[in-house]
Nanobody, 115 residues
């Protein structure tokens, strides 16, 4: 059964960078708009960035200019380059289609920004 597998999280100091990766285990990938989501402690999961099947990207205001989403259809992967991280970016990060597919949710990858 298809699902997403996220990796690349960790502990980073404010101002630092991380690159998240997400692998899709299904067979068809390139037709889907994909997205990164995050869920901070005590908060609802929120959409962070979208990349369409055609490569158009969209970001929430709080990460514009700092985060960059990309995809590699041949490898069935989605990436999130995160720069200038701040403590408010601390969360578990997930990837999924947009709109999301319930059965595709993975375990996410923890990003902690702290000095």
């Amino acid at each position: 059964q298809a699902h997403m597998e996220e990796s690349g999280g960790g502990l980073v100091q404010p101002g630092g960078s991380l690159r998240l990766s997400c692998t899709f285990s299904g067979t068809i990938f390139n037709i889907y708009d994909m997205a990164w989501y995050r869920q901070a402690p005590g908060k609802q999961r929120e959409l962070v960035a979208i990349i369409t099947s055609g490569g158009t990207t969209t970001y929430i205001d709080s990460v514009k200019g700092r985060f960059a989403i990309s995809r590699d259809n041949g490898k069935k992967m989605v990436y999130l380059q995160m720069n200038a991280l701040n403590p408010e970016d601390t969360a578990v990060y997930y990837c999924n289609a947009r709109p999301s597919v319930v059965r595709w949710w993975g375990r996410g990858t923890q990003v902690t920004v702290s000095s």
